[in-house]
């Protein structure tokens, strides 16, 4: 039985606590033994997209301390592990860059460790839906991530039906979201547009970041199906 | 003085601009995307860069090479170490050689240099020959994208611009426009005292000027005036002529998705004794303007950019706000991490927010720039790093003044296990009174940003963390599995 530490990021434990919830679920179903070392809080992927390594940084060596004790560190984020494999070699130095590589090359996002390295697709989840998946650019293009994702909706019985263009950004961006909502606003319409005209019943991503900046704009304009984390709707479908 | 925000606000309640921003890059995203696929134009790209990166580790080397082989192939090779020196350079060889007017091809170093109204304000006419500048100078206004300078106009507003020119109203049918810029063109290409181009290449072993173009103009303007200014900026130069099909290859490829442009103009001097064409002088002005001083700092790579474009077209910031929103020569990806390296501006330092991190753009780089990551680097440098001529250099120099103390201090309290729990716990509490058990509110203080535009989502009830111990006192906390 595989040991998992989950990573499961401070927006997911503070603004969509199901998110953590359908990943352990799933982890479970898929046959790991999943511990939450308490002591974890952020990866510190503001601090760095805001120009402030040093921030950064103290995050980071915080997170390496936790995390390396375990084989396999698993998040229910893109965005926060290619936080950690792309620039917590690059951020630490020292004694500290061996650990960080240690902890980096271990640490792997959620449908990713799934598929990729535990080679499991069905994790007996029954899903109904018709759902599009938005590709979020750091599991896409730091992680090299695209099918994974899909192929564990599609083992479930889900419709994966594809937009125009799931490859763009959806404009989340971390604090770009919030330093110009002028251009951030405009781009999650796009998205969202796009996502409509695939007449999916759900939208769906790896990253809480894209989710509740899409779902937030979907509330606001009214354009676009509910987007929901795809550990969320793969876990729904465990229900007996 | 705007700002970015504005000027990005401005443009997307542009519905013209709106209209051609989304045929222009719906149909170069597609073009990439094709591109993209094909397993030979990925070796090309390894190659090119290489290539790229090889030369601009040796900048000053492969200068020196060039400008040698120049010289001995009869050209006056100048070295220009600021824009102004290179304006002073190309105004003085003006006015000794009684230059009336000026036909120029496609030149993103001129428009750095500021060069048209500084040969304006000696009484030469300019003529921009490029059919996109054409369009842009006679709106007077600048170009909106390096490969295609007025991407953002309409055909009704090319029309006008035309008709005005013509005197009388012309048809708007894009076929009868080229022409009638055709005509006008002709004259001045064969009535210019003086042509000025760019350069997308030099190689420094033969000293081979190579311009690559669609419509044939560059060719006119380097050969047809009785004098020839090439403008090359430094890291144009590349080791040898052996080089140029890959980069050339490269280049058009990404800018495009074409094989290789209509126009591949190669020139070695200036007209030669049994030459039937060419100009009887040609000279390089080869233009630094900051560009050295990146040599062998972590914005070096930044110089192997070939200017094709594929960074603006696949960005989606690029998308949204077009080129103009930027107020810079270079606008896009590759203007986000150059403009504040080059222009000394410090109103350009906000440029570096202009973009998701989305990583589109490093993708699309033929030439292998890591343009994400710089703009990450260069939101840090600009943050703490003082702006003066040795800026940016390749050793760390002290801090200016502690503005990270905010995230200093917070990374402090979230590497704390007590800190992150007592912080969070009370952000919780205070949104969740504010959110009045809604799951989504119009607003919340802190968030005013995310809140212009969209739902902000509150706190739940119970924190993760709170859960997972909930279980580990009862596992059957969760229902079903556990």
Known sequence: MPDVALFVTCMVDNLTPNVGVATVKLLEAAGCSVTFPEAQSCCGQPAVNSGEPEAASALARHFVEVFEPFDAVVSPSGSCAAMVRHWYPQLLDGAWKPRADAVAARTHELSSYLVDVLGCTDLGARVQSRVTVHDACHALRVLGLKSAPRRLLEAAGAEVVEMSEPEICCGFGGTFAEKHPEISGPMADDKLAQAAATDADVLTAGDTGCLLHLEGRRRRSGVGPPAVHFAEILARGLEP | ?482
Not at chain 2, 100 to 127: F, Q, Y
């Open chain 2, 1 to 482: 003085m705007t700002r970015l925000s504005d000027r990005a606000s401005a443009a997307i309640a542009d519905e013209n601009l709106q209209t051609s921003l989304r045929t222009l890059t719906s149909g170069l995203r597609s073009i990439a995307r094709h591109v993209g696929q094909d397993p030979a134009v990925a070796d090309r790209r390894a190659a090119a860069t290489h290539i790229r990166q090889e030369t601009v580790a040796d900048l000053d080397h492969w200068v020196d090479e060039a400008a040698q082989s120049l010289t001995a192939t009869g050209c006056t090779v100048h070295h220009a170490a600021t824009r102004d020196d290179a304006v002073r350079i190309i105004r003085g060889l003006a006015l000794q050689e009684q230059v009336r007017l000026v036909v120029k091809g496609k030149s993103m170093a001129t428009e750095e240099m500021h060069l048209n109204p500084a040969l304006e304000a000696d009484g030469i006419e300019v003529v921009e020959t490029d059919l996109g500048e054409y369009i842009v100078q006679l709106a007077h206004e600048p170009p909106s994208h390096i490969v295609g300078p007025a991407l953002h106009k309409r055909l009704p507003e090319i029309t006008e611009l035309f008709s005005q020119v013509a005197g009388r109203q012309l048809a708007e049918d894009p076929q009868a426009l080229c022409t009638f810029a055709r005509v006008e063109l002709r004259d001045k290409f064969l009535t210019a005292g003086m042509g000025i181009t760019g350069a997308n290449f030099v190689a420094a072993d033969t000293g081979t000027i190579v311009l690559v173009t669609n419509e044939g103009n560059g060719r006119m303007c380097s050969s047809l005036p009785r004098i020839h200014v090439a403008v090359v900026p430094v890291e144009k130069v590349v080791p040898r002529l052996a080089d140029i099909p890959t980069l050339v290859g490269a280049l058009v490829n990404a800018a495009t998705g074409q094989p290789l442009t209509t126009y591949v103009s190669m020139i070695t001097g200036p007209r030669r004794a049994d030459d039937v064409d060419g100009p009887e002088e040609l000279h390089v002005v080869f233009l630094d303007h900051g560009r050295r001083r990146l040599v062998g700092t972590k914005y070096q790579p930044m110089l192997a950019c070939v200017r094709c474009g594929a960074c603006l077209n696949a960005c989606p910031v690029y998308a949204k706000i077009g080129g103009h929103a930027y107020d810079s020569v270079y606008s896009g990806p590759m203007g986000v991490v150059l403009t504040p390296l080059l222009s000394g501006r410090p109103e350009d330092d906000e440029l570096v927010e202009a973009s998701s991190l989305c990583g589109a753009c490093t993708e699309a780089c033929p030439v292998g720039i890591p343009l994400a990551d710089l703009i990450v680097h260069l939101r840090a440098d600009l943050r703490t790093r003082p702006r003066d001529a040795s800026w940016p250099q390749s050793t760390p120099v002290p801090r200016r003044r502690p503005r990270g103390w905010r995230w200093n201090g917070w990374a402090r309290v979230w590497s704390s296990p007590v800190g992150y729990r007592l912080s969070t716990a009370a952000a919780r509490r205070g949104a969740r009174t504010l959110g009045r058990g809604r799951p989504w509110v119009r607003r919340l203080p802190g968030a005013k940003g995310w809140a212009a535009q969209r739902d902000v989502p509150v706190p739940a009830a119970r924190s993760f963390r709170s859960q997972w111990r909930a279980r580990q006192r009862d596992p059957r906390a969760w229902g079903g599995l556990g």
